[in-house]
């Protein structure tokens, strides 16, 4: 049995997900000159690829993590390896994908430490 996973240039980050909101989406990529034509009304349309999106939620993370999680982020460059459970096969799948937001949420002061919270991201298959 396959179980959720987020994971960010090897390192698990899954149970910090907030697994209420994990939004994952396929996005079609049409080749040029595809579209409605004006003149009979048809979709015309050639698929040239299918590309994964996630926006991805945390739960309350300590500020340790958060650095850690930047820190992943920022190492490799512009684009990162993730690995998720793909929905399509049912298994733990590794991808290249870049991010456009982090968005770091809120910081608090609780117990001695600080903490985040409403951290999400923004990830895009390469």
């Known amino acids: 049995m396959s179980k959720p996973i ?3 240039n090897g390192v698990d980050y899954t149970r910090w997900i907030s697994w209420d909101g994990l939004e994952g989406s396929k996005n079609d990529l049409d080749a040029d000159g595809s579209g409605r034509n004006v003149l009979d009304g048809f979709m015309y349309r050639h698929r040239i690829g299918t ?14 993590v958060l650095a850690a999680l930047e820190t992943d982020l920022y190492s490799s460059g512009d684009y990162v390896q993730i690995s998720t459970l793909e929905a399509r096969v049912n298994r733990e799948t590794t991808k290249t994908y870049y991010f456009s937001t982090i968005n770091e949420g ?3 002061y609780i117990d001695d430490d600080t903490v985040y919270d409403g951290v999400t991201l923004e990830v895009t298959e390469r």
């Open 106 to 108: 809120v910081q608090r």
């Open 6 to 8: 987020f994971k960010i």
């Open 51 to 64: 590309k994964n999106k996630y926006g991805v939620p945390f739960i309350r993370l300590p500020a340790v």
